[in-house]
DNA sequence: GACTTTTAAATGTCAGACAAATAAAATCTC
DNA sequence: GAGATTTTATTTGTCTGACATTTAAAAGTC
């Protein structure tokens, strides 16, 4: 583990690097602790404040963890789906916000990879996660709901029915995409009669989903995106022409 | 943009958070730069040392950028689709490598997120793409290629194929599953039979999509999985009863 | 006016210090 | 001796102040 001098510029960076290196290769384990601050300056040649900021941006990655006191230290950190849930999410809300990325291509692939679990989920879904998704179009049918709490309701449908797939892996690469969309969805304002539509798709879905029928789980999701772009098209519209 | 003063402990992780928040929020936008460090030592009422391991934070989430000098400082990054792959790519090598997810597991979620893009990439892959995908199938029928050049063409010729969905957002998503899941794949040898019968199926894969035969591409995918997974298997049976 | 030099502002780095937390060791009490 | 208490050493968290380096803008020079 040993950086370059040659390169002045951001000894944190590279010390960064270094370590995580050795963590991504393996030669620091789950749980093994990281030679203290003094021994890593000592070991680097360079001060502790910079040896302490290189710390902060492996822990900003959740690569390790740090405990005070004697015995304490830094540890590597058994990255948990937790964790690599919300750094996905932080970083595909920032890419979906800040690329503009079209509000299309994103419906597109959150749909594309939804229907990549449905298969799964209809084969596996336990009565668990049906009664999830039983529950919450029950609370998307409750009058005088926000559209801000109908978008979170429509979020937890869907993570129950990606979480039906019992593939944590595919769960993981979906919240980011389920989730960063939250803010788009938010610009679309669900009138009653669009709910009324959204909720009879959520119900074919859950029937679907119960007599495990593959295929119709899958057509319902296409229809479910058609009505969704188009919903955000009459958005897009009411912007070009305001009343 | 404020810190709790109450909670004394993790300062720089405080204001890590609040000026995230304020990123993610929108109060700071794209290119705009931050106070300088003694500014924001000021406002927060800590060291710079500590504002210093905040920025740090930040800057290894790619969310700023620092430039020296005068006129210098931190700068509300816009973060690339480069910058989110990578992140990702290391995020998801070690969720996969720690959490002790099964081969099946990951080559599940990776084959079902790749047919996720097949009937797009059918419909919209270039000729460039495909010729991409033809070039990397000529080097994995190279004699005396390596078992970890040929995963990297294997991974080169996958990624490729999502890329033909031309949806930035899939290809991504998918870069994670499919590049995280290459250490696991380094540990299958690659016998001249089993590059084989690897590469046949890669050339039906590309023959479906010179057609836009996407249902093709969907099947040849199954069965790509179904072989991955038997060599899987067989690695692991000799393990279980070395020679 | 074009080029060079100076200057000021900002980040990058360092050294040394103290505070706070924490576990282990030492001490005390019964 | 066992258990409770105190002390101590270690380690991270934070602060202060300083200097180095980079860079753009201002000042100066021809």
Known sequence: MKIDPRKPADLSAQIAQAIRDAIISGQLIVDERLPSEAELSDQFQVSRPTVREALKRLAAQSLIRTQRGASGGAFVNRISFEDAY??????????????????????????????????????????????????EIFRQAQPGLSDEAFC???????????????????????????????????????????????????????????????????????????????????VAQQFRKPA
Chains 1, 2 share one sequence.
């Open 86 to 135: 919300s750094q996905q999410i932080t970083t595909s809300t920032l890419l979906l916000s800040m690329n503009a990325v079209s509000f299309d291509t994103a419906c597109e692939a959150r749909f594309a990879l939804e229907r990549a679990c449905a298969p799964l989920s209809a084969q596996r879904r336990t009565s668990d996660q049906l009664a999830t998704m039983r529950a």
């Open 152 to 234: 979170a309701s429509d979020v937890a449908f869907h993570r129950a029915l990606v979480d039906g797939a019992d593939n944590p892996v595919l769960s993981y690469q979906l919240a980011g995409a389920v989730e960063a969309m939250q803010p788009l969805m938010n610009m679309i304002t669900f009138t009653a009669r669009s709910r009324e539509e959204i909720i009879a798709l959520h119900n074919q879905i859950a029937d679907a989903l119960e007599q495990r029928d593959a295929a119709k789980v899958d057509a319902t999701l296409v229809e479910l995106e058609a009505y969704t772009r188009k919903l955000a098209e009459d």
